[in-house]
């Protein structure tokens, strides 16, 4: 076959073809090793912590009940995203403390008549994730909030869109335990 494909090309342009088609596929190579530098499916989490313990965050605003709310989305987002284990506090290797530092709702778009269209909750928070059994902190984030708007007349709510919200909000506290790369 080799013979077939190549018996129309001189020695000299035989060699020059496959030095060429080698190269081609050794840069192939290359470039799909290099792109697949830094993906794995290893967890981001550290691997000494197996277990963690989410306490009813603290809350430091006027809107009651947001405390409880958010503590089991975080424990719901922590379940679903990574590979701890909830537990009591005295089985846990890990604490999630979690403050609600500010509730805010903004409206974006008034209608003519000063009726609200389209507003916006956004739920601050603050977390320290500490290694129970050495005392440290693992994690200390700051001002995680995320936004979630919400529009009146298609009957969404300040209620909906703070469930929306206390899912994004979780969603960025799991993301802020992760390591590091």
């Known amino acids: 076959m080799k013979k077939l494909f190549f018996r129309h090309l001189s020695p000299h342009m035989h060699d ?45 605003t006027f809107r009651r009940g947001y405390e409880f709310d958010l503590t089991k989305a975080v424990r719901d987002q922590i379940l679903l995203r990574t590979r701890l284990n909830i537990v009591d506090k005295d089985e846990a290797d890990s604490i999630l403390f979690g403050k609600i530092y500010r509730v805010n709702e903004n409206a974006l778009i008034e209608d003519t008549k000063d009726n609200i269209v389209e507003s916006r909750v956004s739920i601050g928070v ?48 799991v993301e802020a335990m992760e390591e590091d790369w």
């Open 16 to 60: 020059r073809k496959y030095t060429t088609i080698l190269s081609y596929i050794v840069l192939s190579l290359l470039f799909i090793s290099l792109g697949s530098c830094g993906y794995s499916s290893k967890s981001l989490l550290r691997s000494n912590v197996r277990s963690i313990y989410v306490p009813i965050f603290d809350n430091n």
């Open 126 to 173: 603050d977390i320290r994730w500490v290694d129970k059994r050495t005392g440290r902190t693992i994690v200390e984030r700051k001002n995680i909030k995320r936004p979630t708007e919400f529009i009146v007349r298609r009957n969404e709510t300040l209620s909906s869109a703070s469930n929306e919200a206390f899912v994004r909000v979780a969603q960025g506290i």
